[in-house]
T-cell receptor, first 113, second 113 residues
Framework: ETGVTQTPRHLVMGMTNKKSLKCEQHLGHNAMYWYKQSAKKPLELMFVYNFKEQTENNSVPSRFSPECPNSSHLFLHLHTLQPEDSALYLC????????????FGSGTRLTVV | SQELEQSPQSLIVQEGKNLTINCTSSKTLYGLYWYKQKYGEGLIFLMMLQKGGEEKSHEKITAKLDEKKQQSSLHITASQPSHAGIYLCGAGGDSGGYQKVTFGIGTKLQVIP
């Protein structure tokens, strides 16, 4: 149990489907993050939410749509994805400020067919 | 932007052997993190270093940040199969209210019994 729970663990979706990834933490953290991990590439920061407000969007295509209804929950809504979007999507949370680092979830392995 | 280079990219060692993984930054490191990842899963926090010359240990894993704060090493003593996984270094710190961490590509470690 890492303190950050991601569901589902695995997801296979067609290019015309709409699906959502969910992330939940009860660590009292106020910042939440989505990272994308592809083979042979460093983790790519996608979105950052701080106190429910989006503070960073690293030029992510609009087919990825994040939502943060409160400091404990983070969603990533997916629609009309491409096969190259297949990757491990990791959610993380942290305290705001400081350098204490992240707590990561176990990730969602996404395959787009 | 800060880039992290890890070496080696992969490593195969016999159980009981010592090993070292390096992480070199293009810029001064203000917060250096080491994480471990089992294949297809989330990242587990190992250690965080901040001060030049700082060294921390946890069980058989020791991490050090050099005096110039541009290079870190992770040393495992008497490796065991449980040490197998991907080791990632991350650099970052406070980005004005939240933490932003940039990661290296990782070092894949296999330990042969």
């Amino acid at each position: 149990e890492t303190g950050v729970t991601q569901t589902p663990r695995h997801l296979v979706m067609g290019m015309t489907n709409k699906k959502s990834l969910k992330c939940e933490q009860h660590l009292g953290h106020n910042a939440m993050y989505w990272y994308k991990q592809s083979a042979k590439k460093p983790l790519e920061l996608m979105f950052v939410y701080n106190f429910k407000e989006q503070t960073e969007n690293n030029s992510v295509p609009s087919r990825f749509s994040p939502e943060c209804p409160n400091s404990s929950h983070l969603f990533l809504h997916l629609h009309t994805l491409q096969p190259e979007d297949s990757a491990l999507y990791l959610c993380a949370s942290s305290h705001t400020g400081g350098v204490a680092g992240y707590t990561f979830g176990s990730g969602t392995r996404l395959t787009v067919v | 932007s800060q880039e992290l280079e890890q070496s080696p990219q992969s490593l195969i060692v016999q159980e009981g052997k010592n090993l070292t993984i390096n992480c070199t930054s293009s810029k001064t490191l203000y917060g250096l993190y080491w994480y471990k990842q089992k294949y297809g899963e989330g990242l587990i926090f190992l250690m965080m270093l901040q001060k030049g010359g700082e060294e921390k240990s946890h069980e058989k894993i020791t991490a050090k940040l050099d005096e110039k704060k541009q290079q870190s090493s992770l040393h495992i003593t008497a490796s065991q199969p449980s040490h197998a996984g991907i080791y990632l270094c991350g650099a970052g710190g406070d980005s004005g209210g939240y933490q932003k961490v940039t990661f290296g590509i990782g070092t894949k470690l296999q330990v042969i019994p």
